[in-house]
């Protein structure tokens, strides 16, 4: 069992920068894949960044690559997406995600935290 708590979401203008965090708590954190998915108002969750285990393999939506860089601390039991050039079209619910593949879609996540919402104003 694996507990997330997100943090670190808030308003910024377009252009500027945030630094997403979560922790999480339970065993065999350094076993799971980690990622972080959004939700827009009426959209459905998609996904925005993942890592491996080891933190050594990385993937990004095409829309954010470039721009957000997720890395986690397997020491601290940390996952960040740090989030750079923001943009209007950024506004969702960030979550974190934890789950033993850990791929693009949410059905490979097992444990999900509450969310955090990003406001990019134009």
């Known amino acids: 069992q694996v507990q997330l708590v997100e943090s670190g979401g808030g308003l910024v203008q377009a252009g500027g920068s945030l630094r997403l965090s979560c922790a999480a708590s339970g065993r065999a954190f350094s076993s799971y894949a980690l990622g972080w998915f959004r939700q827009a108002p009426r959209k459905e969750r998609e996904f925005v960044s993942a890592?491996?285990?080891?933190?050594?393999?990385?993937s990004y939506a095409d829309s954010v690559k470039g721009r957000f860089t997720i890395s986690r601390d397997n020491a601290k039991n940390m996952v960040y997406l740090q989030m750079d050039s923001l943009k209007p079209e950024d506004t969702a619910v960030y979550y974190c995600?934890?789950?033993?593949?850990?791929?693009?879609?949410?059905?490979?996540?097992?444990?999900w935290g509450q969310g955090t919402q990003v406001t990019v104003s134009s």
């Open positions: 890592i491996r285990r080891s933190g050594g393999i990385t």
């Open positions: 995600a934890a789950g033993w593949v850990g791929d693009r879609s949410t059905q490979t996540y097992d444990y």
